[in-house]
């Protein structure tokens, strides 16, 4: 059975930073490309990062810069170190493991939340 588990989410305060993990099981995790997507209320599910299998790295515009992602396939956490942190990245946050069309995993989300 396949896991994605994110952690790492939280309140913090505009300017601040937060680390999010995400913990796979069920996966050769080293053959996957991973990404970071977000989900604010009233707005569609958006790509913020992604990195392939043999660390190329894709993000979206709003949050270069700021966001780095990375991945450790010896252990098979995903990681996103969010810097800089504004009240517009507040959403709920999802890992995702994609290795073809058919072959795609959702992990259930942690909220990060932006504010004074």
């Known amino acids: 059975q396949v896991q994605l588990v994110e952690s790492g989410g939280g309140l913090v305060q505009p300017g601040g930073s937060l680390i999010l993990s995400c913990a796979a099981s069920g996966i050769i995790f080293s053959t996957y490309t991973m990404a970071w997507y977000r989900q604010a209320p009233g707005k569609q599910r958006e790509l913020v990062a992604l990195i392939t299998s043999d660390g190329r790295t894709n993000y979206a515009d709003s949050v270069k810069g700021r966001f780095t992602i990375s991945r450790d396939n010896a252990k098979s956490p995903l990681y996103l170190q969010m810097n800089s942190l504004k009240a517009e990245d507040t959403a709920v946050y999802y890992c995702?493991?994609?290795?073809?069309?058919?072959?795609?995993?959702w992990g259930q989300g942690t909220q990060v939340t932006v504010s004074s």
């Open positions: 995702n493991a994609k290795a073809s069309f058919q072959d795609e995993y």
